[in-house]
């Protein structure tokens, strides 16, 4: 095991922005107290926070890591878990999971999270699901009392191509008049899913956002990017350098880092 603290930033690495290094700050944290050595198959999430997870993975070291397998939730944290030189699987051949960490575009006071903010909420909640400990990572930003309140896109909802019409009018008539279609920027057309699927930003009210079932029960809707109940720890990386932990039961830690 490395003896980097969260903190530490080698002479070679250029600073980081105050974003920046709030999301390895997290991510530093949430592997120091969540990835042991006993832990054999580890999901890796998808987003910009995820590679200091890997980052600080790697930093275990060879011994620490080759008898490990890391399960990736998408294209980009597969040529992540590639490059980083670990052993990769799918889980199809590991449906449980030791310990899953994965990104957040908003958690809640109560560990509730949008998540779907790069169209891979499929796949994470899968992960999500399948780990026996799943632990969220973030910069300050994603930290509120309540969903919505930061992230306005709306909930991330995967469909099926064919059905987007039919599921958009569905939100609509369920409270959400604004869902849209989410569009591609550097792509004439949709935003298309690891999944081969389209995603729809459907914004709710605060009073239906937490209710995924309703959402999910429409035919052609593939998943629904809110994960109640599922996170055991929500890490966020402060500005101050400083490290926001929110666990389930509705413990809440700050850790300054030395
Ligand atoms: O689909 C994408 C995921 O849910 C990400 O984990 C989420 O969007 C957070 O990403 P980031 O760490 O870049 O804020």
Redesign the pocket.
């Known amino acids: 095991m490395a003896t980097t603290s969260a903190s530490s930033t080698p002479a070679a690495v250029k600073p980081l922005s105050v974003i920046e290094a709030s ?1 390895r700050l997290a991510a530093y944290t949430a592997v120091d107290q969540h990835i042991k050595p006993e832990h054999s198959v580890i999901g890796i ?6 590679p200091y997870v890997v980052e600080r993975i790697v930093q275990q070291g060879p011994a620490a890591n080759r008898g490990r397998i890391f399960i990736p939730t998408g294209f980009q944290s597969k040529e992540l878990i590639v490059s980083s030189g670990l052993n990769l699987g799918d889980v199809d051949q590991h449906a449980t999971i030791d310990v899953t960490i ?4 908003e958690v809640d006071t109560n560990l509730n999270c949008i ?7 499929l796949r ?1 909640k899968v992960l999500a699901e399948a780990a026996l400990t799943f632990v969220v990572v ?1 910069d300050y930003r ?1 930290n509120s009392e309540f969903l919505g309140t930061n992230y306005d896109p709306g909930v ?1 909802v995967e469909v099926v191509p064919f059905a987007y019409a039919k599921v958009l009018r569905d939100l609509k008539a369920l409270g959400s008049p604004n869902a849209a279609l989410r569009m591609a920027v550097k792509k004439a057309g949709p935003v298309v899913s690891d999944n081969g699927n389209f995603v729809i930003d459907a914004p709710f009210a605060r009073e239906y956002i937490l209710n995924p079932s309703e959402i999910k029960l429409l035919t052609g809707v593939v998943e629904v ?1 809110l994960f109640c109940n599922l996170a055991k720890a929500a890490y966020f990386g402060n500005a101050d350098g400083s490290v926001t932990i929110k666990r389930s039961g509705g413990s809440l830690e700050e850790v300054v880092s030395a």
């Open positions: 999301k999430g998808s987003g910009s926070t995820v994965d990104g957040a575009d998540k779907g903010g790069g169209a891979c909420h994470e973030a994603k991330p990017g």
